[in-house]
């Protein structure tokens, strides 16, 4: 089974514990607070697209990523009743197809978090060429203080700005907690790392 598979596999049986049905509460937090520039965003492993329909809903031109096929066709039909147009494409983040870069935003919520320990490089590489001087990066990923079995992946924050400074600019790491998708669900500690393109 290819790992473009396996995630669709999990979207089958509904393993998605990270899929809440409804926008990130930190994504809507650093709207509210950071100066995001627009107008064109890009979610990197958007899943069933509470995100990236989110950010369509806010004005701004997306382009979402995901390897799942099930997930973006339950993507798409979110974005249709939501009366808002994505750019839905199907793909590796490791390795894209190409997604119309550069953007002014990029969004990921659980997907460097996942790939950096098979290959942190390309995944740079993929942000090298999603964005240029003055683009910002949000990326939320599992907080190693807390590591839990079963939960996400997860990472130190030296790690976090050891690897994502090699391209990026980190303006602020803070901690958070992940969404839950049941009410008594556990929420998973996180970093939020917000970031910009310099050069």
């Known amino acids: 089974m290819t790992e473009a598979q396996e995630w669709n596999q999990r979207y089958q049986q509904?393993?998605?514990?990270?899929d809440t049905g409804q926008p990130s509460s930190?994504?809507?937090?650093?709207?509210?607070t950071e100066a995001i520039p627009r107008p064109r965003a890009l979610e990197l492993g958007c899943g069933t697209g509470t995100n990236a329909v989110w950010l369509a809903q806010q004005g701004l031109d997306v382009t979402?990523?995901?390897f799942s096929p099930l997930a973006l066709q339950r993507a798409r039909e979110r974005a249709a009743a939501a009366g808002v147009q994505v750019r839905w494409?199907?793909?590796d983040v490791l390795c894209p197809p190409e997604l119309?870069?550069?953007?002014?935003?990029?969004?990921?919520?659980?997907?460097?978090?996942?790939?950096?320990?098979?290959?942190v490089e390309a995944y740079l590489n993929t942000l090298r060429q999603a964005t240029r001087a003055g683009s910002a990066v949000l990326v939320l990923a599992g907080n190693a203080?807390?590591?839990?079995?079963?939960g996400p992946p997860v990472v130190s924050?030296?790690?976090?700005?050891?690897e994502l400074g090699r391209l990026l600019h980190i303006e602020w790491i803070r901690e958070f907690r992940f969404d839950q998708v049941e009410p008594d669900g556990v929420r998973f500690l996180a970093w939020s790392c917000?970031?910009?393109r310099v050069e």
Do not use: I, M, Q, S
């Open 14 to 18: 509904g393993d998605t514990p990270w």
């Open 89 to 91: 494409v199907e793909g």
């Open 64 to 66: 979402a990523l995901d």
């Open 194 to 196: 917000f970031a910009r």
């Open 100 to 119: 119309g870069g550069p953007f002014d935003f990029v969004f990921d919520r659980g997907c460097y978090h996942c790939v950096r320990r098979d290959n």
């Open 145 to 150: 203080k807390e590591p839990r079995e079963p």
């Open 157 to 162: 924050e030296e790690e976090l700005r050891g």
């Open 26 to 32: 930190e994504l809507l937090r650093v709207f509210r």
